[in-house]
């Protein structure tokens, strides 16, 4: 893997498997148009998102248990 | 279909099974302990209660604003008993549909708590994404590689728990509008379309009954 964003990211993963990560899956919509490259530049989206603090812990708040 | 990520996708038989079986042991633990077991739209927090207390990890289900045309969500799994749920916020211009999209995600992203074994572990995201875009579609007569099953079984499940079995034979047989079931559910239009495929039914109505779950009929049953 030769290339910028995927090589970002695989630092990225690299550094988290320090810390303990073991899996990571994806949920990539329209596969047939996507390509590897651009994947990557939207999780590296993801998680500069994430450091720039653009999130929020996500709760339905649907809850129905005793 | 051109949101199907995985909808061609082989999948081994016994991994079929054995998703079906974990999707059927989190609904019992959630209608053992929900006050209204039955009622729809399935409740998402008591799905993240069942797969955190029956696998014993915890989940944080996070909604992250980036742009994206490609990424609806990820998982981080840790070795500590982590996990993260990334969703990404802008899914659909429609309101209600965005909120479905979240919905849907956050199950298929949790449920590979459930179903992922060890051999399909890998921490190596990029090559991963790398396998997914190069080996989606179909190969003759070869089962798909283990990123690909784990995302197709991964949606399958969501499917199951969101739109269950016993839902989809009855409001086949009523002929209900898409969009009042998918309002009726809370899932994307996407899900009722998958769901009430005949051929999709078929397979699945043939592995409820062999698990001895939800089963209502096998391969020759009509769906």
Not at chain 2, 60 to 88: P, Q, T, W
Not at chain 2, 128 to 135: A, F, P
Request: hydrophobic share 40%; glycine share 4%; net charge negative.
């Amino acid at each position: 893997m030769s290339t910028t964003h995927c090589t970002q990211l695989a630092n990225r993963f690299e550094a988290l498997a320090a810390e303990g990560l073991v899996d990571v899956k994806f949920f990539v919509r329209n596969l047939d148009e996507a390509t590897t490259e651009r994947v990557c530049s939207e999780v590296n989206a993801l998680y500069a998102a994430l450091d720039a603090g653009q999130h929020e812990l996500l709760d339905f708040k649907d809850s129905r248990r005793a | 279909m051109t949101d199907s990520s995985n909808g061609t996708t082989w999948v081994l038989s016994e991994k079929f099974e054995g998703t079906f079986e974990k999707v059927r042991v989190l609904q019992e633990h959630v209608r053992r302990y929900s006050l209204a077991p039955d009622q729809v739209p399935v409740s998402i927090e008591d799905l993240q209660w069942a797969i955190e207390d029956v696998y014993r990890m915890k989940i944080s289900k996070v909604l992250v604003d980036f742009d994206a045309e490609h990424i609806r969500g990820m998982m981080e799994r840790y070795s500590d008993g982590r996990a993260n749920v990334y969703v990404r916020s802008n899914q659909d211009a429609d309101p209600q549909q965005n909120l479905y999209w979240r919905r849907f995600i956050s199950v298929k992203e949790m449920i590979h708590i459930a179903i992922d074994e060890k051999d399909d572990f890998s921490p190596q995201g990029s090559e991963t994404i790398e396998e997914l875009i190069r080996n989606h579609t179909l190969e003759a007569l070869k089962p798909a590689k283990s990123e690909i099953q784990s995302e197709a079984l991964a949606e399958l499940a969501a499917f199951e728990l969101l739109y269950p079995m016993e839902f989809r034979a009855r409001d086949i047989a009523h002929s209900l509008p898409l969009g009042s079931l998918a309002a009726h559910y809370q899932v994307p239009n996407y899900v009722i379309e998958r769901c009430l495929e005949p051929g999709y039914m078929k397979m699945a109505r043939a592995t409820w009954n062999e698990i001895s779950g939800h089963g209502l009929g096998g391969l020759n049953s009509n769906p």
